[in-house]
């Protein structure tokens, strides 16, 4: 499905990646792990054509990446829910899931089935059936992660890629989100998650990358990340063990 080849990327004069190389596959969940700043949300954004790699490689199912705008690699099915949400606050909920759909044409088998998809989003998310006339703007934080899923959805993604879901909410909406992506591993679909909070995201990915100052410094089935003490004491708060 995904594969990234020792890639670089700059902001102005400093280095926020530095030779990244990672692999998603069809119908894996994988995750990236690591402190503010180990540039998890450069690496989305270069996936997403809003960055441009100094130098590495990009493939999807075996073709490049490179040079294509965001709007054209989203055309390729690769959704992008961002870090912070980023709804339309001035549309209706449904205004919103209806642009997710954009690139998908407007003819009327295509209208059947866009209709058909945001039913599939109100049943994974119900909370924002009941708000589909709402303007995105007055949603709750959790509900506008909600919106964000949703929408990113509507595109029919071959690959699902999520910046921080957890940023921003209370505990218990944490717990619907990751229980929601739970239900998107299980339905088969790809996903890319980012995510600091650790703990949760080994708990809904098959393997993980631990990035820290631009660098994978670790990798492995997300099971045996949990377990390893280096994990434990810098991601999941718990102490290394002294002999």
């Given at each position: 499905m995904l594969e990234v080849r020792d890639l670089v990327v700059h902001y102005g004069l400093v280095r926020a990646l530095h030779g990244v190389s990672l692999r998603v596959g069809t119908g894996q969940a994988v995750c990236v792990i690591?402190?503010?700043?180990?540039?998890?949300?450069?690496?989305?954004?270069?996936?997403?054509?809003?960055?441009?790699?100094?130098?590495?490689?990009?493939?999807?199912?075996g073709q490049s990446l490179a040079g294509e705008r965001p709007y054209q690699i989203a055309r390729r099915r690769v959704a992008h829910v961002p870090e912070g949400r980023h709804v339309f606050p001035?549309?209706?909920?449904?205004?919103?899931?209806?642009?997710?759909?954009?690139?998908?044409?407007?003819?009327?088998?295509?209208?059947?089935?866009?209709?058909?998809?945001?039913?599939?989003?109100?049943?994974?998310?119900?909370?924002?059936?009941?708000?589909?006339?709402?303007?995105?703007?007055?949603l709750s934080g959790g509900e506008q992660q909600m919106l964000a899923i949703g929408r990113a959805l509507m595109l029919r993604p071959s690959m699902i890629m999520l910046d921080e879901p957890s940023m921003g909410l209370?505990?218990?909406?944490?717990?619907?989100?990751?229980?929601?992506?739970?239900?998107?591993?299980?339905?088969?679909?790809?996903?890319?998650?980012?995510?600091q909070l650790a703990y949760r995201a080994l708990e809904v990915a098959d393997y993980g990358f631990v990035l820290e100052h631009g660098r994978i410094e670790l990798e492995g089935d997300a099971q045996a990340l949990r377990s390893d003490p280096r994990v434990r004491a810098a991601y999941l708060g718990e102490g290394v063990e002294r002999g």
């Amino acid at each position: 499905m995904l594969e990234v080849r020792d890639l670089v990327v700059h902001y102005g004069l400093v280095r926020a990646l530095h030779g990244v190389s990672l692999r998603v596959g069809t119908g894996q969940a994988v995750c990236v792990i690591g402190s503010n700043g180990a540039g998890k949300t450069t690496l989305l954004r270069t996936i997403s054509g809003f960055l441009q790699p100094a130098s590495g490689s990009i493939l999807l199912d075996g073709q490049s990446l490179a040079g294509e705008r965001p709007y054209q690699i989203a055309r390729r099915r690769v959704a992008h829910v961002p870090e912070g949400r980023h709804v339309f606050p001035d549309q209706t909920v449904m205004d919103n899931l209806l642009l997710g759909a954009f690139s998908r044409g407007r003819g009327g088998a295509a209208r059947a089935e866009i209709e058909a998809d945001c039913d599939s989003v109100f049943e994974l998310f119900p909370r924002l059936r009941d708000r589909r006339q709402q303007l995105a703007g007055t949603l709750s934080g959790g509900e506008q992660q909600m919106l964000a899923i949703g929408r990113a959805l509507m595109l029919r993604p071959s690959m699902i890629m999520l910046d921080e879901p957890s940023m921003g909410l209370a505990p218990l909406l944490i717990d619907e989100v990751f229980r929601r992506l739970l239900d998107l591993k299980q339905r088969g679909i790809t996903m890319l998650l980012v995510e600091q909070l650790a703990y949760r995201a080994l708990e809904v990915a098959d393997y993980g990358f631990v990035l820290e100052h631009g660098r994978i410094e670790l990798e492995g089935d997300a099971q045996a990340l949990r377990s390893d003490p280096r994990v434990r004491a810098a991601y999941l708060g718990e102490g290394v063990e002294r002999g």
